[in-house]
C-alpha cells in the first residue's frame, strides 16, 4: 500500500517515568522535560559505572550490570552499543568492545571502508544495520537485496543460508575485492549475529529510556524508586527486591501507618522539611481489602489524622472493619502510631473490634433519640486487656506473611555478620564467573519437592538473605543426603556453583547446612575464606572436579546428539561434561577444554 510500517512498543517504564517526573515536581516544584535532561550527566554514568542499575530499564541484569562495571559506560553511545550486545549472538563481542572503549589505539577496521558506518561500535559490528551496510558496501548488495539477506539471516532457514552465504562470498570477492581470508572472517563475525541483532533505531531507543531512569534514579532516587514501588506493587517478587535496593541507596521504606500510608506506595515527609522517606501503602497489605483500605485512607482526608486509637475505632465505620482486617492492620504496624504494643493489641483484637462495633450502635441509636444533638457521648470506654509484647521473631513473622517481606530487621542478618568472612551475597552473584564454586546462605522461603522421570526425589529451594533471593537446585544424590534442611522458615547455608548461562543465577547444591547460632561459629571456621580453594580445602575436596555442562531438552538432545558428540570429541581437556535434561543432571564419559569458541560452537548446534 506503500505506507510505513511501524512498530509501537508499550513498557512499563514509560509510565514510571511519567509519575517520577510528577513527584518531583510535587515534592521539589522542579518541572523537568525528560527529553531535555543533560545527557551527559556524571552522576548518572558513575552511578552506572558501580553497578547500581537495579531498576533502570534494560540494565538490571545481574549479566550486564557486570560488563558495564568493566565498561564505565561514558557516554550514550555506549548504552546503546551494550543495549545491542547483551544478546545471545552479538555478546561475544562485548569483552572486546571494553577493551577498545579503554584502547582507543586498539580501534581498527576489517576494512577501510567500514569507518563510516562502524565509527561509533569501535570497528565491530553491534546493530543490524551494521549488516546491512557490510553487505551494500563490501558486498555489491542494493538495499532491496540487503534487507533479503536481514531476513534470511533472522529466519534461519538453512537453505535460504545456503544461497545468501555464496551470495555474499561472490560480491565481496568481485564487488569489494577482498582477500577469502577477510572474506570468510567477515561471514563469521555477521552469521551468529544477524539473528539476534536490534536494528540502530530499536537499540537507540532503548538506550535513551535507559539513560532516562538512570538519570532520575541517581538524581531524584526517593522520587524515583517510589514510582517504581508504585508499578510495581502487585508483583510482591519484585517488590522485595526494589526495597533492598532502597535500603542500599539509603532511602527508608517504612511500614504501613494509618496517620501516613496512601492507598499505594507513597514520599513521605517533605512537606515540613523532614527526611524524606516511602511509605507502604494500605492496600498492599494482606488480608485488609482494597475497600477498607480505602475507607481508612478516606475518612483521614476528610477529617484529619486519627488522634488516638479510640479516636479511629469510632471514625472508621466501616462493614469490612472485621477481626480479620483489624489483625492485619496490628500486625503490620499499621497501628504502630498508637504508642501500643503489637502483641497486645493483637491480643485484644475482638475487644477493639467490640468496641467499634458498640460504638456504631449506640451513636445510630442516640440520633433517633431525645439526647439527639445534646453532645452527650454514649460510647463505651476502650479497655485493653494485659498481654504479653511481641517477640522480636513473632514481628518479623507477621511481617513476612502480610508484607511479603521483612521491613523493620531481617531473620537472616544475624547469621549474615557471623559468616561475613565466607558468604557471597545474593545479591552479587551476577558478578562471578559462570560455573565457579560460591557459599551462600539465607532463609528457606519455599520448597518445592519434585519426582524426577526415573522416581527420585529433589527439589527446587527459594532462599533469601539480606540482599536478595535465588533458587537452588537440589538434585537426586544431594537431596537424599540433606532432605531434612528443606523446611520454610529455615536457616541455611549452602555449597554450589553457578550455571553456565549467561544471566541465570540459579545454583546447583553440593553441600548444605543447616545454621543455629550454635553451629555458625563452628561453620565460619569450617568454611574458611570462601574462595574456591577454601571450599575445596575445608568443606568438599572431593568436589575439585572440573565440569562442563550443557543444558539440553530431551528432544534437541535426540535430534543434536551425534553433532554434541563430534563437538565434544573435538575439544579434549579435563572438565567433565554433563548434561542438565529437565530435572537430570546426567553425566557423561567425555572430558574436554571450555573455550568461548566451543561454547559458540555449541550453541549454533542446539539453536540450529
Not at 202 to 230: D, R
Request: with cysteine; charged share 25%; glycine share 8%.
Amino acid at each position: 500500500a506503500g505506507l510505513l510500517k511501524m512498530d509501537f512498543l508499550g513498557i512499563r517504564n514509560l509510565s514510571i517515568l511519567g509519575r517520577a517526573v510528577e513527584i518531583v515536581e510535587k515534592t521539589t516544584g522542579k518541572k523537568i522535560d525528560i527529553f531535555k535532561i543533560p545527557w551527559d550527566d556524571q552522576k548518572t554514568y558513575d552511578m552506572l559505572s558501580r553497578g547500581e542499575t537495579n531498576s533502570v530499564f534494560q540494565l538490571s541484569g545481574s549479566g550486564i550490570t557486570r560488563y558495564l562495571k568493566e565498561l564505565k559506560p561514558s557516554t550514550i553511545f555506549d548504552i546503546t552499543a551494550m543495549v545491542a550486545l547483551f544478546r545471545p549472538g552479538p555478546m561475544e563481542q562485548i569483552p572486546e568492545y571494553i577493551r577498545r572503549k579503554h584502547n582507543p589505539e586498539t580501534v581498527d577496521y576489517l576494512d577501510p571502508r567500514m569507518k563510516e558506518y562502524l565509527d561509533q561500535s569501535l570497528g565491530l559490528i553491534v546493530y543490524q544495520d551494521d549488516v546491512l551496510l557490510t553487505s551494500i558496501h563490501l558486498g555489491g548488495y542494493n538495499w532491496e537485496e540487503a534487507d533479503k539477506f536481514r531476513k534470511a539471516m533472522g529466519k534461519k532457514i538453512p537453505e535460504e543460508m545456503a544461497k545468501q552465504k555464496e551470495k555474499f562470498v561472490k560480491g565481496c570477492r568481485e564487488f569489494g575485492k577482498l582477500p577469502e581470508a577477510k572474506i570468510h572472517l567477515l561471514w563469521e563475525m555477521i552469521e551468529p549475529f544477524a539473528a539476534y541483532g536490534f536494528n540502530k533505531a530499536h537499540a537507540a531507543s532503548y538506550g535513551v529510556v535507559a539513560y532516562q531512569t538512570a538519570y532520575m534514579k541517581a538524581n531524584f532516587p526517593v522520587q524515583y524508586m517510589t514510582a517504581v514501588l508504585i508499578a510495581e506493587s502487585g508483583d510482591m517478587d519484585k517488590v522485595p527486591e526494589i526495597i533492598r535496593e532502597c535500603e542500599r541507596m539509603g532511602v527508608k521504606v517504612k511500614p504501613p501507618d494509618i496517620n501516613e500510608s496512601l492507598k499505594t506506595f507513597a514520599m513521605i515527609g517533605w512537606e515540613n522539611g523532614g527526611e524524606a522517606h516511602i511509605r507502604f501503602g494500605l492496600s498492599g497489605v494482606k488480608n485488609l481489602g482494597e475497600h477498607i483500605a480505602g475507607a481508612v485512607y478516606e475518612e483521614r482526608q476528610a477529617n484529619g489524622h486519627y488522634k488516638d486509637l479510640t479516636d479511629f475505632l469510632q471514625r472508621v465505620q466501616d462493614k469490612d472493619l472485621n477481626k480479620k482486617s483489624i489483625q492485619s492492620l496490628i500486625k503490620c504496624g499499621a497501628l504502630d502510631c498508637f504508642g501500643y504494643d503489637r502483641g497486645v493489641l493483637l491480643a485484644n483484637a475482638e475487644n477493639l473490634l467490640y468496641f467499634s462495633k458498640n460504638f456504631g450502635e449506640q451513636k445510630r441509636t442516640s440520633q433517633n433519640s431525645l439526647f439527639a444533638g445534646t453532645g452527650i457521648d454514649f460510647s463505651s470506654t476502650l479497655h485493653l486487656a494485659k498481654a504479653p509484647n511481641a517477640t522480636k521473631d513473632e514481628i518479623l513473622v507477621w511481617e513476612k506473611e502480610l508484607l511479603g517481606l521483612y521491613v523493620t530487621a531481617h531473620p537472616f542478618a544475624p547469621f549474615a555478620q557471623q559468616l561475613s568472612s565466607c558468604l557471597t551475597n545474593i545479591k552479587d552473584l551476577g558478578g562471578y564467573s559462570r560455573n565457579e564454586w560460591i557459599i551462600v546462605g539465607g532463609i528457606i522461603d519455599s520448597v518445592k519437592k519434585k519426582i524426577t522421570r526415573s522416581g527420585s526425589p529433589m527439589s527446587f529451594v527459594n532462599i533469601q538473605d539480606t540482599t536478595d533471593r535465588l533458587e537452588l537446585l537440589v538434585f537426586p544424590k544431594v537431596y537424599e543426603r540433606t532432605k531434612e534442611i528443606w523446611m520454610e522458615g529455615k536457616m541455611v547455608v549452602v555449597v554450589g556453583k553457578t550455571s553456565q548461562e549467561e544471566g541465570d543465577n540459579k545454583l546447583f547444591v553440593e553441600k548444605a547446612y543447616a545454621l543455629s547460632m550454635d553451629n555458625v561459629v563452628q561453620l565460619a571456621g569450617q568454611l574458611g575464606g570462601g574462595k574456591t580453594n577454601s571450599i575445596r580445602q575445608y568443606v568438599a575436596p572431593e568436589l575439585a572436579e572440573k565440569t562442563f555442562e550443557i543444558p539440553v531438552s530431551a528432544e534437541r538432545l535426540k535430534i543434536k546428539a551425534d553433532d554434541i558428540k563430534t563437538l565434544l570429541s573435538s575439544a579434549p581437556g579435563e572438565e567433565s561434561v554433563y548434561l542438565l535434561v529437565g530435572d537430570k543432571k546426567i553425566k557423561t564419559s567425555y572430558k574436554v577444554r571450555s573455550s568461548p569458541e566451543l561454547k559458540d560452537k555449541l550453541r549454533i548446534i542446539l539453536e540450529s
